[in-house]
Nanobody, 115 residues
Framework: QVQLVESGGGLVQPGGSLRLSCAFS????????MAWYRQAPGKQRELVAR???????NYGDSVQGRFTISTNDALNTVHLQMFSLKPEDTAIYYC?????????WGQGTQVTVSS
């Protein structure tokens, strides 16, 4: 059974940094891409960052230049390094794997940016 487990969320002051991690287990599946999404209260889920197995990545406009997505050679871990955090980055962050067996989601990890 495929499982995605996120970690690294928490409370941070504006201007601070956090690193989210997502561990993927449950067998080998052809991966199209790995991504992080987020959903703030009362808002739709939005794409934060996406990375393809051969390296290219893209980012949402609101996080461009502040966040960095990365993965490992085994494609079983994906990280999101977040710098210069703002209160508007407060949301539940979800890890996503898009594969030939369909999309898989983690349970989400809360990120709160507040003084």
């Amino acid at each position: 059974q495929v499982q995605l487990v996120e970690s690294g969320g928490g409370l941070v002051q504006p201007g601070g940094s956090l690193r989210l991690s997502c561990a993927f287990s449950g067998g080998t599946v052809p991966i199209y891409y790995m991504a992080w999404y987020r959903q703030a209260p009362g808002k739709q889920r939005e794409l934060v960052a996406r990375i393809w197995p051969d390296g290219p990545s893209n980012y949402g406009d609101s996080v461009q230049g502040r966040f960095t997505i990365s993965t490992n050679d085994a494609l079983n871990t994906v990280h999101l390094q977040m710098f210069s955090l703002k209160p508007e980055d407060t949301a539940i962050y979800y890890c996503n794997i898009n594969s030939s067996r369909g999309p898989f989601w983690g349970q989400g990890t809360q990120v709160t940016v507040s003084s």
